[in-house]
């Protein structure tokens, strides 16, 4: 069994309790973040803690040290594997010739260029040896089950962790597209483009297609995902005697997503709404503050908010559902009408903070911050707000 990703703790827990008797080797690849109570009652499964959203050493060792493992499969075995969001940078085995450094390049530069993680992991998939299906290739002819979590809107098999079990729609093209409309391609390492460029030429293996047979021994289940969180979000606000009011998926610039949703919430007029939504907004970064998407967002809402909210009673969470969003200890962050005010008596800017993306170090100032630590799980982004209460 492998467990890898933000959720794989838990996850390799329950099949550990489920069927720990049957289970003749496991490894769980947890994030370097993660509490050491999830690694440690764990008891037939090896911990590997590995790195995000940034790829390093430990992602490749997690990596080799499962495809090791895997290697023991034979054909009237079955591999499980446990995938959930965040495996992408914390299972990485670089293709064949090119160095872990210059992947860790092109994934630094694509995020920092506002990349979706569609787009995202096009790329990471066609720069892999285990990725876009390639794992499967490592199970000796075994049965696989994959178990996945999604963190990805439209629960693309392909987009999900990379695509560790699934077969890709994407090809190296794509790739190489994708570098190019993020302005990456011309200064990516020369290691990445010639690589890329000998694999459209036919010159490498390519990642598993749908049609290839290797498929008919693998079974996808998605067990989790943004609308799961939603539904019960819903049931939550109605318990509390909220009206729950469903919004559109986030997408797009997380400044966007903010000032849309900051828009939205002013135009309600019903008593006790709780407004809610999912999805991954994107951060093209140009400043060198500290944050990450759900916080970017707040604080967009803030300053709509406090342009066009006037008194009105709006205080709305954006947060990632892992606990952990960018490369900070916060999940997310509350906007509210009065959130820039409460910069301003602090000393900080909110419109300076939006421009550096310096979110985290407005909202630890103005205060705001949500911090739950690593929560477990990872179904995306959500949004939740509550109206007139």
């Given at each position: 069994?492998?467990?890898?990703?933000?959720?794989?703790?838990?996850?390799?827990?329950?099949?550990?309790?489920?069927?720990?008797?049957?289970?003749?080797?496991?490894?769980?690849?947890?994030?370097?973040?993660?509490?050491?109570?999830?690694?440690?009652?764990?008891?037939?499964?090896?911990?590997?803690?590995?790195?995000?959203?940034?790829?390093?050493?430990?992602?490749?060792?997690?990596?080799?040290?499962?495809?090791?493992?895997?290697?023991?499969?034979?054909?009237?075995?079955?591999?499980?594997?446990?995938?959930?969001?965040?495996?992408?940078?914390?299972?990485?085995?670089?293709?064949?010739?090119?160095?872990?450094?210059?992947?860790?390049?092109?994934?630094?530069?694509?995020?920092?260029?506002?990349?979706?993680?569609?787009?995202?992991?096009v790329v990471r998939k066609h720069l892999s040896a285990v990725k876009g299906g390639r794992l499967?290739?490592?199970?000796?002819?075994?049965?696989?089950?994959?178990?996945?979590?999604?963190?990805?809107?439209?629960?693309?098999?392909?987009?999900?962790?990379?695509?560790?079990?699934?077969?890709?729609?994407?090809?190296?093209?794509?790739?190489?597209?994708?570098?190019?409309?993020?302005?990456?391609?011309?200064?990516?390492?020369?290691?990445?483009?010639?690589?890329?460029?000998?694999?459209?030429?036919?010159?490498?293996?390519?990642?598993?297609?749908?049609?290839?047979?290797?498929?008919?021994?693998?079974?996808?289940?998605?067990?989790?995902?943004?609308?799961?969180?939603?539904?019960?979000?819903?049931?939550?606000?109605?318990?509390?005697?909220?009206?729950?009011?469903?919004?559109?998926?986030?997408?797009?610039?997380?400044?966007?997503?903010?000032?849309?949703?900051?828009?939205?919430?002013?135009?309600?007029?019903?008593?006790?709404?709780?407004?809610?939504?999912?999805?991954?907004?994107?951060?093209?970064?140009?400043?060198?503050?500290?944050?990450?998407?759900?916080?970017?967002?707040?604080?967009?809402?803030?300053?709509?908010?406090?342009?066009?909210?006037?008194?009105?009673?709006?205080?709305?969470?954006?947060?990632?559902?892992?606990?952990?969003?960018?490369?900070?200890?916060?999940?997310?962050?509350?906007?509210?009408?009065?959130?820039?005010?409460?910069?301003?008596?602090?000393?900080?800017?909110?419109?300076?903070?939006?421009?550096?993306?310096?979110?985290?170090?407005?909202?630890?100032?103005?205060?705001?911050?949500?911090?739950?630590?690593?929560?477990?799980?990872?179904?995306?982004?959500?949004?939740?707000?509550?109206?007139?209460?």
């Amino acid at each position: 069994m492998l467990a890898v990703g933000k959720a794989a703790a838990p996850m390799a827990r329950e099949i550990e309790r489920r069927i720990g008797d049957k289970v003749a080797d496991a490894i769980a690849v947890i994030p370097k973040a993660a509490t050491t109570e999830q690694a440690l009652i764990l008891k037939k499964v090896r911990v590997l803690a590995s790195s995000h959203p940034v790829p390093d050493e430990s992602s490749e060792a997690a990596a080799h040290a499962a495809c090791e493992m895997l290697h023991g499969a034979a054909a009237d075995d079955l591999v499980i594997v446990a995938l959930s969001g965040g495996a992408s940078a914390m299972f990485t085995w670089p293709a064949e010739g090119i160095a872990l450094a210059d992947k860790m390049a092109v994934n630094q530069a694509l995020l920092k260029a506002g990349a979706s993680i569609r787009e995202l992991n096009v790329v990471r998939k066609h720069l892999s040896a285990v990725k876009g299906g390639r794992l499967i290739r490592h199970c000796g002819g075994a049965r696989v089950l994959g178990l996945i979590l999604s963190d990805v809107p439209g629960n693309d098999l392909a987009t999900i962790g990379s695509g560790l079990t699934a077969c890709d729609w994407s090809s190296f093209g794509d790739a190489v597209a994708v570098m190019k409309l993020r302005n990456v391609w011309g200064r990516a390492p020369e290691a990445v483009r010639a690589y890329l460029e000998r694999a459209m030429a036919g010159e490498t293996d390519a990642t598993v297609k749908c049609n290839d047979p290797i498929l008919e021994r693998v079974t996808n289940v998605i067990i989790g995902d943004g609308e799961v969180a939603l539904e019960g979000a819903e049931r939550a606000a109605a318990a509390l005697g909220y009206h729950p009011d469903r919004y559109n998926e986030m997408r797009g610039e997380a400044n966007d997503v903010g000032v849309a949703i900051a828009k939205s919430l002013c135009e309600v007029t019903r008593e006790r709404v709780c407004a809610m939504a999912s999805g991954e907004p994107v951060v093209t970064v140009r400043g060198g503050g500290r944050g990450g998407r759900a916080q970017q967002c707040a604080l967009a809402a803030a300053i709509e908010l406090s342009e066009i909210g006037g008194v009105r009673r709006i205080t709305a969470l954006f947060a990632g559902t892992d606990g952990i969003d960018g490369p900070t200890d916060a999940a997310g962050a509350f906007a509210s009408p009065g959130t820039v005010a409460d910069g301003d008596r602090a000393g900080v800017s909110a419109a300076t903070a939006l421009i550096r993306n310096d979110s985290y170090n407005f909202f630890k100032a103005a205060g705001g911050l949500f911090v739950t630590g690593p929560t477990g799980t990872n179904v995306s982004d959500i949004l939740v707000a509550v109206v007139n209460y």
